[in-house]
C-alpha cells in the first residue's frame, strides 16, 4: 500500500482473500444481492431450504444472509456454503444448530451471493455438445471426451495500491485499499465480463485483458485470441475514441491465449503455438503487435517467468527461453517431466523463482494425479536442472515479504 502497509492476495477454487498483518481478509465479490421474504423452511434439523427464484448458484458457492428474523430459534444471519442444489429456484445449507420446529418463515433481509467457485483441478467435461454429432446413441451420456474443463485460475496484478482480480473466463474486478481493509472486491466498471486474464502494463499503466468479449457486457462475444487494454491510467474506459489510448488487437497464430508477462520494454504474451510481443507505440496506435515465435507456445497460464530480462516457459513438450531471441534449451531431466505429466491438469501448471539460489521450479501434476504433485528446477546460473516430488500450486519469490511464499492444495479448505 501507499502508507508501506504490505498485503498478499491469494485467490483460490472458491474465494479470493487478503493477507495483511497475519490476518486473512474474506474479499471474495458479491455477483448478486436478492432481497427476500420468508425465504427460510426448517425441518427440525440443521438443514435449512432456502427458496429464491432464479438463485443463479450452485452446489458449493457461499452466501450471506442479513436483516433476517430468527426461525425456530436459528439465526440465519450469517454465511453458509450452499451444501444441496434443489433447482433453478431452491437450495439448502447446514446450519450449526438444528430447528427446534419444522415452518417457513424469517421474515424480510437480503442474500448476497458471491461468484460461482470454480473446479478445484481440470477435468473432462462431459454433457451435450462435447462429442461430434451422431457419435453416440440418443439421450446416452458420452463415454470420452475432447473438451477439458479447466480449474478455477486467478490472474492478480497492482493497478497503483489497488489489486485488479480476473478470474479465468469470468469477470475482472478490483479491491480498492482506500476503503476497509475487509471490504469485498467489486467488478470493475465497463470491463469485460468474460477473459482468460489480465495484466496491467508497467510503464503506460494500461490495464490489458487477454482472451475476452468483442462486445463488451456480452459474455457469448468472448474471443480467446482478442485483448483489450484501457485508457492510460484509467482501468474503466475500454471505448477507443480520438482522445483517449484505449483500443484492442487479434492475435492470428494460435487457438487461445494463454499467459503473458511484463519484459524489458514489452510485454510478452503466449498464445498455445506462439509467442509475441506487445509494445507501446504512442498515438494513434497506443499498442504495436509483432511474433516472436512459432511453434513454441505456453502450456499453462502461469508457466512463464521473466528473471533479468530473459523469459523462461514451459511449452507442452520442451523448455524454452528469450533473451531476443526464441531458444529451446537443453534439458537432461525432459523425458522424466513429459512422458509422466498430466495433459488434463497442464493449465494447472505454475512456476517461480528463488533468487536465493538462483533458480526457476515448475510445479506440474504427473500422469496419474489430479493435483500438482511434482516439480521440476532450472539453475539460470549454473545450467543445471533437477527434479523434486513437491505439491506446490503457487510459488510467489522473495519480493514483497523477506521469504519466498507458497501454496499447497487442501481439499478440506476454501
Same mark, same amino acid.
Given at each position: 500500500g501507499l502508507n508501506g502497509t504490505r498485503y498478499l492476495a491469494l485467490g483460490t477454487d472458491r474465494k479470493l482473500y487478503l493477507y495483511s498483518g497475519s490476518a486473512l481478509y474474506d474479499i471474495t465479490p458479491i455477483r448478486e444481492t436478492a432481497a427476500l421474504t420468508n425465504p427460510f423452511t426448517t425441518n427440525g434439523t440443521t438443514t435449512v431450504s432456502v427458496t429464491d427464484a432464479d438463485h443463479g448458484a450452485i452446489q458449493g458457492d457461499f452466501v450471506t444472509f442479513d436483516s433476517f428474523s430468527a426461525i425456530n430459534g436459528l439465526d440465519m &444471519?450469517?454465511?453458509?456454503? @450452499?451444501?444441496?442444489?434443489?433447482? %433453478?429456484? =431452491? /437450495?439448502?445449507?447446514?446450519?450449526?444448530s438444528a430447528a427446534s420446529g419444522s415452518s417457513?418463515?424469517?421474515?424480510?433481509? &437480503?442474500?448476497?451471493?458471491? @461468484?460461482?467457485?470454480?473446479?478445484? %483441478?481440470? =477435468? /473432462?467435461?462431459?454433457?451435450?455438445?462435447t462429442d461430434t454429432w451422431s457419435a453416440g446413441k440418443w439421450d446416452e451420456p458420452s463415454t470420452s471426451s475432447d473438451v477439458t474443463v479447466f480449474a478455477r485460475s486467478w490472474s492478480l496484478d497492482n493497478f497503483g495500491e489497488d489489486l485488479i482480480a480476473t478470474v479465468l473466463n469470468g469477470g475482472t474486478f478490483i479491491k480498492d485499499l482506500s476503503g476497509s481493509i475487509d471490504?469485498?472486491?467489486?467488478a470493475l466498471s465497463n470491463a469485460p465480463t468474460a477473459s482468460r486474464f489480465s495484466l496491467v502494463s508497467t510503464d503506460t499503466r494500461h490495464l490489458m485483458i487477454f482472451g475476452t468479449e468483442t462486445t463488451i457486457g456480452n459474455a457469448a462475444t468472448q474471443d480467446d485470441l482478442l485483448f483489450?487494454?484501457?485508457?492510460?491510467?484509467?482501468?474503466?474506459?475500454?471505448?477507443?475514441?480520438?482522445?483517449?489510448?484505449?483500443?484492442?488487437?487479434?492475435?492470428s497464430d494460435g487457438s487461445r491465449i494463454v499467459g503473458a508477462v511484463k519484459s524489458s520494454?514489452?510485454?510478452?504474451?503466449?498464445?498455445?503455438?506462439?509467442?509475441?510481443?506487445?509494445?507501446?507505440?504512442?498515438?494513434?496506435?497506443?499498442?504495436?503487435?509483432?511474433?516472436?515465435?512459432?511453434?513454441?507456445?505456453l502450456i499453462a497460464q502461469h508457466a512463464a517467468i521473466e528473471v533479468n530480462g530473459r523469459a523462461y516457459w514451459m511449452s507442452d513438450n520442451s523448455f524454452y527461453m528469450y533473451d531476443g531471441v526464441v531458444k529451446k534449451m537443453p534439458c537432461s531431466v525432459q523425458d522424466y517431466v513429459f512422458d509422466d505429466l498430466s495433459y488434463t491438469n497442464r493449465n494447472d501448471i505454475s512456476c517461480g523463482i528463488n533468487t536465493a539460489f538462483n533458480e526457476i521450479i515448475w510445479y506440474y501434476p504427473s500422469a496419474n494425479a489430479t493435483q500438482i504433485d511434482r516439480g521440476v528446477a532450472y539453475n539460470y546460473l549454473e545450467n543445471t536442472w533437477y527434479t523434486l516430488n513437491l505439491g506446490r500450486t503457487t510459488w510467489l519469490g522473495a519480493y514483497v515479504f523477506e521469504q519466498p511464499i507458497a501454496t499447497e492444495y487442501n481439499a478440506s479448505l476454501v
Amino acid at each position: 500500500g501507499l502508507n508501506g502497509t504490505r498485503y498478499l492476495a491469494l485467490g483460490t477454487d472458491r474465494k479470493l482473500y487478503l493477507y495483511s498483518g497475519s490476518a486473512l481478509y474474506d474479499i471474495t465479490p458479491i455477483r448478486e444481492t436478492a432481497a427476500l421474504t420468508n425465504p427460510f423452511t426448517t425441518n427440525g434439523t440443521t438443514t435449512v431450504s432456502v427458496t429464491d427464484a432464479d438463485h443463479g448458484a450452485i452446489q458449493g458457492d457461499f452466501v450471506t444472509f442479513d436483516s433476517f428474523s430468527a426461525i425456530n430459534g436459528l439465526d440465519m &444471519n450469517n454465511e453458509f456454503e @450452499i451444501t444441496t442444489y434443489v433447482d %433453478a429456484n =431452491t /437450495y439448502k445449507v447446514t446450519h450449526t444448530s438444528a430447528a427446534s420446529g419444522s415452518s417457513t418463515g424469517g421474515g424480510s433481509g &437480503n442474500a448476497k451471493y458471491q @461468484i460461482n467457485i470454480g473446479e478445484t %483441478a481440470s =477435468t /473432462y467435461g462431459y454433457g451435450w455438445g462435447t462429442d461430434t454429432w451422431s457419435a453416440g446413441k440418443w439421450d446416452e451420456p458420452s463415454t470420452s471426451s475432447d473438451v477439458t474443463v479447466f480449474a478455477r485460475s486467478w490472474s492478480l496484478d497492482n493497478f497503483g495500491e489497488d489489486l485488479i482480480a480476473t478470474v479465468l473466463n469470468g469477470g475482472t474486478f478490483i479491491k480498492d485499499l482506500s476503503g476497509s481493509i475487509d471490504a469485498r472486491a467489486t467488478a470493475l466498471s465497463n470491463a469485460p465480463t468474460a477473459s482468460r486474464f489480465s495484466l496491467v502494463s508497467t510503464d503506460t499503466r494500461h490495464l490489458m485483458i487477454f482472451g475476452t468479449e468483442t462486445t463488451i457486457g456480452n459474455a457469448a462475444t468472448q474471443d480467446d485470441l482478442l485483448f483489450r487494454f484501457s485508457d492510460r491510467e484509467d482501468a474503466t474506459d475500454y471505448t477507443p475514441v480520438a482522445t483517449n489510448e484505449a483500443g484492442s488487437l487479434r492475435i492470428s497464430d494460435g487457438s487461445r491465449i494463454v499467459g503473458a508477462v511484463k519484459s524489458s520494454g514489452q510485454i510478452l504474451v503466449w498464445t498455445d503455438t506462439s509467442l509475441h510481443g506487445i509494445q507501446f507505440v504512442g498515438t494513434p496506435f497506443t499498442f504495436g503487435l509483432r511474433q516472436l515465435g512459432a511453434n513454441c507456445g505456453l502450456i499453462a497460464q502461469h508457466a512463464a517467468i521473466e528473471v533479468n530480462g530473459r523469459a523462461y516457459w514451459m511449452s507442452d513438450n520442451s523448455f524454452y527461453m528469450y533473451d531476443g531471441v526464441v531458444k529451446k534449451m537443453p534439458c537432461s531431466v525432459q523425458d522424466y517431466v513429459f512422458d509422466d505429466l498430466s495433459y488434463t491438469n497442464r493449465n494447472d501448471i505454475s512456476c517461480g523463482i528463488n533468487t536465493a539460489f538462483n533458480e526457476i521450479i515448475w510445479y506440474y501434476p504427473s500422469a496419474n494425479a489430479t493435483q500438482i504433485d511434482r516439480g521440476v528446477a532450472y539453475n539460470y546460473l549454473e545450467n543445471t536442472w533437477y527434479t523434486l516430488n513437491l505439491g506446490r500450486t503457487t510459488w510467489l519469490g522473495a519480493y514483497v515479504f523477506e521469504q519466498p511464499i507458497a501454496t499447497e492444495y487442501n481439499a478440506s479448505l476454501v
